[in-house]
Nanobody, 117 residues
Framework: VQLQASGGGLVQAGGSLRLSCAAA????????TGWYRQAPGKQREFVAS???????NYADSVKGRFTISRDNAKNAVYLQMNSLKPEDTAVYYC????????????WGQGTKVTVSS
């Protein structure tokens, strides 16, 4: 499975961005796709995930502001980010795992999001 993240950029606080994660390869085996982020000097942290059934999960820090969705026909997962804050600044990675995987096995290259105050 290959993942390609895109959509990052520079935005002012309060603004919005939509990240995309395009999957290729054995996509029919993907059970969960997630977004993680890593800010400078910090550990990578979970942001949101969605299963192929549409079940979603969010980090408390983004609940009510971010929405994860998927388009199975396009093998894509999206992260709509609204009301962005400077603390959302990070490199965002999409990741995928099969139902048999305990942890995320496949990772994209990351897309940088910078939120200015």
């Amino acid at each position: 499975v290959q993942l390609q993240a895109s959509g990052g950029g520079l935005v002012q606080a309060g603004g919005s961005l939509r990240l995309s994660c395009a999957a290729a390869g054995r996509t029919e085996n993907i059970y969960t796709t997630g977004w993680y982020r890593q800010a400078p000097g910090k550990q990578r942290e979970f942001v949101a995930s969605i299963t192929n059934w549409g079940t979603t999960n969010y980090a408390d820090s983004v609940k009510g502001r971010f929405t994860i969705s998927r388009d199975n026909a396009k093998n894509a997962v999206y992260l709509q980010m609204n009301s962005l804050k400077p603390e959302d600044t990070a490199v965002y990675y999409c990741a995928a795992k099969f139902s048999s995987d305990v942890s995320y096995k496949y990772w994209g290259q990351g897309t940088k999001v910078t939120v200015s105050s």
